[in-house]
């Protein structure tokens, strides 16, 4: 039987690594007051978050195995998880300083400590430079230490044209619903969500067992894709219609003009007098204005929308893993977990 890591085990190797890391740093003769900025930056902006996409390695290692991992197994598994979690503080350092974002993980974002402020941009080059340390010193040897390498730099590269779509198409700043549509939607969802927190965790697991046969990964590719499409309209319908008690947060996807799947639904269906709602009130940072775009969501029915679209979409998904070809090494479990755990999510 395959076995499910807790945070508290996957947590359990990051020290290890910090201290690779930190050795790395000491070779370049890095002065200790860097060096310990180095330290803080690692944990603060690495450490502390769900590592949902971290811990996926590992359990999908697990499910492809069919068993428990050994300590071995677990812990190459688990640093492959940790550089997806390098990846992602990459990218958030990132993002909050382009986004202006106030706060991360219940802290002020890492550029708005005090000191810090754009030291962050360099600090985000060394989360991912960091990366390619671990990958070197733990997988020079592995036979597919090339693809892991490309594979990083791929989706990294997926990840940040993803993100430019964004910017460009919805900035906070400036207001234009003739940017928005639906393929603008899902080419910034694909390329800035469902890669690296999807198919990334799942193909560096076949990648580790060396059975990441063409085969596999476009399997896992066109289930995996989809399921993070899925996974970012789900998100966009629980920023608006989710309980901030069960997500956590208050939504703010309409004041922050983002270009959500709720108003893509919305521009394709407005009659002209609704159309004008949308332009006047629509990315404003603006309470009342909020109010008036969420009560036009409710006119227009999007809730039921969504949960049409949620049983379509995952009755898909369903049939595609059904599908699945096993005689590679490839295991319908790795999808059914994932499907299993965003299905009727509330937070």
């Known amino acids: 039987m395959a076995q499910k890591t807790t945070l508290k085990e996957f947590e359990s190797v990051f020290p290890k690594l910090e201290e690779v890391l930190l050795e790395y740093a000491k070779s370049y003769n890095l002065p200790e007051k860097e060096l310990e900025w180095y330290k803080a930056s690692l944990q603060t902006n690495t450490l502390g978050g ?21 300590e071995q197994q677990y812990f190459e598994s688990a640093t492959l998880g940790w550089m997806t979690e390098l990846l992602q503080a990459f990218f958030l350092v990132s993002d909050d300083i382009m986004d202006s974002s106030i ?7 890492w550029y708005r400590q005090d000191g810090v402020g754009m030291i962050a941009i360099n600090d985000a080059f060394l989360l991912e430079a960091s990366i390619y340390v671990l990958l ?6 592995h036979p597919c230490y090339v693809d892991l390498l490309e594979l990083f730099h791929e989706t990294t590269y997926q990840t940040e044209i993803g993100q430019l779509c964004d910017l460009l198409t919805a900035p906070e700043d400036t207001v234009n619903l003739n940017n928005f549509s639906m393929s603008k939607y899902q080419f910034i ?18 990648y580790q067992l060396n059975i990441a046969t063409p085969g596999n990964l476009k399997q896992a590719h066109d289930i995996l894709i989809p399921l ?35 108003v893509n639904q919305a521009l394709a269906i407005v009659t002209p007098a609704q159309r004008r709602i949308l ?3 629509y990315g404003r940072k603006d309470k009342t204005k909020e109010a008036v775009i969420k009560k036009l969501y409710d006119d227009l029915k999007l809730e039921q929308m969504y949960k049409d679209y949620e049983e379509k979409r995952v009755t898909e998904i369903r049939d595609m893993i059904a599908k699945v070809d096993e005689s590679q090494g490839l295991k ?16």
């Open 136 to 141: 070197k010193k733990f997988f020079r040897q």
């Open 279 to 281: 332009e006047e009130n």
């Open 50 to 70: 769900k590592c949902n996409r971290g811990m996926s390695v590992p359990d999908s290692v697990s499910l492809l195995l069919g068993k428990p991992l050994t």
């Open 228 to 262: 993070g499409e899925y996974f970012q309209v789900q998100d966009d319908y629980l920023d608006n219609f989710g309980l901030p008690e069960h997500i956590g947060k208050i939504g703010t996807d309409i004041m922050d003009n983002k270009c959500s799947w709720l």
């Open 332 to 347: 319908k479990e790795i999808f059914e977990a994932f499907l299993g755990k965003i299905y009727k999510r509330s937070k």
């Open 189 to 206: 969802v694909i390329y800035k969500t469902a890669y690296y927190s999807f198919y990334l965790p799942v193909a560096l697991a076949l």
């Open 103 to 109: 706060t991360r993980r219940g802290k002020p974002c």
